[in-house]
């Protein structure tokens, strides 16, 4: 387990270490660029990038020679996962090490350019933009929010989507940016989107629990599982640790 010392002051600091490329070629060679980095249980990680793909398949059943933009891609797991799907994707990164990761575990129709999420010169005629836990690192401020939504209107073809799966809180929950999911709705809207789906992902008490120490397999499954049914069923609001919305550019 990571010391509890060392993750309170990581959160602590986290609008600075984010924001550095070392921190993420830190982690790209940690991981060595094949697990998903977001939580101490590898095991939650996984299943997390089930139920994030799991909405992608449903909202998106045909991607086949669509041309993808997967902004702040790390180490390629989105992007191989779109590629897989037929598309053509290029990958967005600040990370020299991540990306290295990206290349050297391959994938057929992608290629990788290393630059700034708000640095997209070059890159235009996307159907569909992407994000998946970049933004609330990415950005600090609303303006920051409005600034990446409106480069990232200009990369996409008439009528492109953009696919948002991020963590967006205002409380402890947060990341970076201090936000809620109606906020984010709104700077959407005033970017020129329209939202097609909306849902919530990986109900937050359950995320807490299981997150930072490595339980069974059986157990972590279980209780994730049980957590998006009850989340679910019972329609609560503001209990998903993710926000995932599909948007179309207006």
């Excluded at 290393?114 to 005629?125: C, M, P, R, V």
Aim: net charge positive; proline share 3%; with cysteine.
């Amino acid at each position: 387990m990571i010391p509890i010392w060392k993750m309170i002051r990581a959160r602590a600091q986290r609008s600075e270490i984010y924001s550095q490329a070392s921190f993420w070629d830190e982690k790209a060679k940690k991981y060595s660029g094949r697990e998903a980095s977001m939580w101490p249980n590898k095991l939650l990680n996984r299943h997390y990038r089930h139920e994030q793909f799991g909405f992608i398949n449903r909202t998106l059943p045909s991607v086949q020679g669509w041309q993808v933009l997967d902004i702040g891609c790390g180490t390629g797991d989105l992007s191989r996962y779109f590629a897989s799907r037929g598309a053509l994707v290029a990958g967005v990164d600040f990370s020299s090490e991540a990306l290295a990761w990206a290349r050297k575990l391959g994938g057929e129709g992608i290629r990788y350019v290393q630059g700034s999420a708000y640095d997209l010169d070059g890159l235009e005629g996307f159907d569909l933009a992407a994000t998946l836990g970049v933004m609330t690192v990415a950005c600090r401020t609303r303006a920051d929010v409005e600034r990446l939504l409106g480069r990232i209107f200009q990369v996409l073809k008439p009528g492109g989507h953009l696919l948002i799966l991020e963590p967006l809180h205002r409380g402890p929950l947060r990341r970076v940016l201090k936000m809620s999911a109606a906020e984010f709705r709104d700077c959407l809207e005033r970017a020129g989107f329209r939202i097609v789906v909306a849902e919530e992902l990986h109900c937050w008490p359950i995320r807490v629990l299981l997150a930072y120490v490595r339980w069974p397999r059986w157990m972590t499954i279980l209780l994730a599982r049980l957590g998006l049914s009850w989340m679910r069923r019972h329609r609560r609001r503001r209990m998903g640790d993710y926000q995932a919305m599909l948007a179309c550019k207006t």
